[in-house]
């Protein structure tokens, strides 16, 4: 009796205390929405059934563990709770426990309602045959292609102005695939969770994003808005803006091209006519290297201007400052331009002994590149082919070439210095192999 008493009376107290909003080790990221250590059937009562009513609860099983009890659908719903700066019980990371609820309601609304809806959005999408997009797709098309020709600066009419702002998105890029890009090389949307401001629509289904944050994936190449389940079904054929591409180098390969519409990346293409116009004699090319800041100068100026940046030796008259900022672009590539992805089997192709084999066999992998990273490595290599020709005065052959551009073209997926060290002399003879045999193998 008197065991029953003292717990009245603790539980009395606990009451008392909420009431007054002094609840004993209360975090510091919680207000007066946590109850302290209470069970699930005293959470459960003190929301007396209002839905969308919440509290906070400390784990009567595991101190230190926090939960967030939620009325809706006439039942009490338990949550594990977790902070680390902001709080979340999923992906979804919110600045405070109302965001959090709020965004929770209406997810939960949406999937009670709509569940057999939302599981049938991606069945009829409305990306792979826009009907409106065939109307002003020959407008858009001319508009491209006179773009390329005339002056930025050129003026238009306000009436094909207020039409262009009227293509959205999608029909612009429904566009792009019809235009005369030459180079149309596939690449995947660099898909990244976003918040969308305002009421905001999936452009793959047409259906609306909920929520409060979070409510679906932008491209950050092209700008495609997408709910996340939708991205999974979203063909390879992102069309990189200019407008969101900020920079060349540190930039992936494929994203360049396609943004420039170019066969490579055009620090590739200058770098290289210019070391062939001055530089092919010059006496260890590619390995002596220039000043690093003048090189970092070419990086920059590659940046800001990007095809417009000026390299003449009238500004940088040593030649091995453009070697420099060739090969520290491609060292900057998040991936390289043999791939993470064909490394391995590069390596191993390497390794076999008979000269007929291992040639038939980098063929074969070749094949595995992405077709701008073959292109980027064709080049080049028939580029590195004309410096060997150079030999008697640069003293530079395929060998001591494929020392320098190993590491630099290729490099493992895990970052190993053992692995790295074991594999250099792997690298130098395919590179080697590479440019003795450009003419057959690519």
């Given at each position: 009796?008197?065991?029953?008493?003292?717990?009245?009376?603790?539980?009395?107290?606990?009451?008392?205390?909420?009431?007054?909003?002094?609840?004993?080790?209360?975090?510091?990221?919680?207000?007066?929405?946590?109850?302290?250590?209470?069970?699930?059937?005293?959470?459960?009562?003190?929301?007396?059934?209002?839905?969308?009513?919440?509290?906070?609860?400390?784990?009567?099983?595991?101190?230190?563990?926090?939960?967030?009890?939620?009325?809706?659908?006439?039942?009490?719903?338990?949550?594990?709770?977790?902070?680390?700066?902001?709080?979340?019980?999923?992906?979804?990371?919110?600045?405070?426990?109302?965001?959090?609820?709020?965004?929770?309601?209406?997810?939960?609304?949406?999937?009670t309602k709509a569940s057999e809806y939302?599981?049938?959005?991606?069945?009829?999408?409305?990306?792979?045959?826009?009907?409106?997009?065939?109307?002003?797709?020959?407008?858009?098309?001319?508009?491209?292609?006179?773009?390329?020709?005339?002056?930025?600066?050129?003026?238009?009419?306000?009436?094909?102005?207020?039409?262009?702002?009227?293509?959205?998105?999608?029909?612009?890029?429904?566009?792009?695939?019809?235009?005369?890009?030459?180079?149309?090389?596939?690449?995947?949307?660099?898909?990244?969770?976003?918040?969308?401001?305002?009421?905001?629509?999936?452009?793959?289904?047409?259906?609306?994003?909920?929520?409060?944050?979070?409510?679906?994936?932008?491209?950050?190449?092209?700008?495609?808005?997408?709910?996340?389940?939708?991205?999974?079904?979203?063909?390879?054929?992102?069309?990189?803006?200019?407008?969101?591409?900020?920079?060349?180098?540190?930039?992936?390969?494929?994203?360049?091209?396609?943004?420039?519409?170019?066969?490579?990346?055009?620090?590739?293409?200058?770098?290289?006519?210019?070391?062939?116009?001055?530089?092919?004699?010059?006496?260890?090319?590619?390995?002596?290297?220039?000043?690093?800041?003048?090189?970092?100068?070419?990086?920059?100026?590659?940046?800001?201007?990007?095809?417009?940046?000026?390299?003449?030796?009238?500004?940088?008259?040593?030649?091995?400052?453009?070697?420099?900022?060739?090969?520290?672009?491609?060292?900057?590539?998040?991936?390289?331009?043999?791939?993470?992805?064909?490394?391995?089997?590069?390596?191993?192709?390497?390794?076999?002994?008979?000269?007929?084999?291992?040639l038939e066999a980098v063929h074969e992998?070749?094949?595995?590149?992405?077709?701008?990273?073959?292109?980027?490595?064709?080049?080049?290599?028939?580029?590195?082919?004309?410096?060997?020709?150079?030999?008697?005065?640069?003293?530079?052959?395929?060998?001591?070439?494929?020392?320098?551009?190993?590491?630099?073209?290729?490099?493992?997926?895990?970052?190993?210095?053992?692995?790295?060290?074991?594999?250099?002399?792997?690298?130098?003879?395919?590179?080697?192999?590479?440019?003795?045999n450009e003419d057959v193998l690519f």
């Open positions: 009796m008197m065991m029953k008493t003292k717990i009245a009376a603790s539980k009395s107290s606990q009451r008392s205390q909420r009431r007054n909003g002094q609840v004993e080790n209360r975090p510091k990221y919680y207000g007066r929405e946590f109850h302290g250590i209470i069970s699930r059937e005293q959470a459960d009562e003190l929301l007396g059934g209002v839905e969308g009513a919440y509290i906070l609860r400390e784990s009567q099983r595991q101190p230190g563990c926090y939960t967030l009890a939620l009325r809706f659908g006439n039942q009490t719903l338990n949550y594990r709770l977790f902070y680390d700066g902001k709080h979340f019980v999923g992906e979804k990371r919110f600045e405070s426990i109302h965001d959090l609820v709020t965004d929770g309601l209406i997810t939960l609304y949406i999937e939302i599981s049938k959005m991606t069945t009829n999408p409305i990306y792979e045959h826009i009907g409106y997009a065939t109307l002003l797709r020959e407008k858009v098309s001319r508009r491209l292609s006179r773009s390329k020709n005339e002056s930025r600066k050129t003026n238009v009419t306000n009436e094909e102005h207020t039409a262009v702002e009227k293509i959205s998105s999608l029909v612009r890029r429904a566009a792009l695939t019809h235009n005369d890009n030459h180079f149309n090389y596939e690449k995947t949307h660099n898909f990244k969770v976003h918040t969308f401001r305002g009421p905001h629509w999936c452009e793959y289904c047409a259906n609306f994003m909920w929520g409060l944050i979070a409510q679906g994936v932008r491209c950050s190449d092209c700008g495609l808005n997408v709910h996340k389940q939708c991205s999974k079904h979203v063909p390879n054929d992102c069309q990189p803006d200019l407008k969101r591409i900020k920079k060349v180098y540190c930039c992936d390969l494929t994203t360049l091209v396609k943004a420039h519409n170019t066969q490579r990346p055009m620090v590739v293409d200058i770098c290289i006519r210019e070391i062939e116009a001055r530089g092919l004699k010059s006496e260890g090319l590619y390995r002596v290297s220039g000043f690093t800041e003048h090189i970092e100068d070419v990086k920059m100026a590659f940046d800001r201007d990007g095809e417009k940046a000026d390299i003449s030796a009238n500004i940088y008259p040593d030649i091995n400052i453009i070697t420099g900022a060739l090969k520290l672009y491609f060292r900057d590539l998040p991936i390289p331009v043999i791939t993470y992805d064909t490394y391995s089997k590069f390596i191993e192709v390497a390794k076999i002994s008979n000269a007929d084999e291992r992998v070749l094949m595995l590149l992405p077709p701008a990273h073959y292109e980027t490595l064709r080049y080049l290599m028939i580029h590195l082919k004309k410096v060997t020709m150079n030999e008697k005065d640069n003293f530079m052959n395929a060998e001591n070439l494929g020392i320098v551009f190993g590491p630099t073209l290729m490099r493992p997926p895990e970052d190993s210095t053992l692995t790295t060290l074991h594999d250099m002399r792997y690298q130098k003879l395919i590179v080697q192999i590479l440019i003795e």
